[in-house]
């Protein structure tokens, strides 16, 4: 009687080789679509090209001003701020504006703005108010501000935040902004006027 044949032997593929097909369509989808937004956000930001955003203050003036023999200050500071977007196809959305008075790098008032929306190749006045109440001065802060009071004019830096979203078309990108004006030399009494400012204009992710 023969032996019997020997068993035919059977081929084992691992589990993993049987999806690469599938990983690696999964893998190039992926690729691709991630190049072509890439491509569409930049060629519409070629093609928008946005310039830079304008912010100046128009006028200031300080009220109530009263500095204890403590060193505490109470005053009232006004600025009207003029926001200028000169785009033709992007508008701002300000989603959250904070506002600061500072002195010499010591804060004296902060605020905060409703949120709104400015439209493209628009210009847009912010009237901010900010309120100092019993704000506490060190260091030679309290002398230096009696001397300007002297002087019937006080040299301040005005600070706006904001988080911000930018409308090109259907996409929103989200920045926050930084702007910075000063000094603004503030007079005491409004007959004397007030000296435009600039400010410089940053924007971070």
């Known amino acids: 009687m023969p032996p019997p044949p020997p068993p035919t032997p059977t081929v084992t593929r691992a589990a993993g080789r049987q999806h690469s097909p599938l990983l690696r369509l999964i893998f190039c989808t992926l690729l691709a679509l991630i190049v072509f937004f890439g491509a569409v956000v930049l060629i519409i930001w070629l093609t928008v090209h946005p310039r830079k955003f304008k912010y100046s203050i128009e006028q200031g003036s300080i009220s109530g001003f009263n500095l204890t023999r403590n060193d505490r ?11 200028n977007n000169p785009n033709r196809r992007t508008s701002v959305y300000y989603d959250k504006i904070d506002a ?6 010591q804060v004296l008032s902060t605020a905060s703005l409703p949120p709104f929306h400015q ?5 847009t006045q912010l009237d901010l108010h900010l309120k100092a109440a019993e704000a506490a001065l060190y260091g030679a802060v309290a002398r230096d501000l009696r001397m300007e009071r002297a002087a019937r004019e006080i040299g301040v830096d005005l600070r706006i935040r904001a988080n911000i979203r930018l409308k090109i078309g259907v996409f929103k990108i989200h920045r926050k902004l930084n702007v910075l004006c000063g000094p603004a030399i503030v007079p005491f009494n409004s007959s004397k006027g007030f000296e435009r400012v600039y400010c410089e204009v940053d924007f971070d992710d």
Do not use: C, E, I
């Open 100 to 105: 600061t008075v500072s002195y010499d790098d």
């Open 73 to 83: 200050l109470t005053a009232d500071f006004q600025f009207f701020v003029r926001a």
């Open 119 to 123: 439209p493209r190749r628009n210009v």
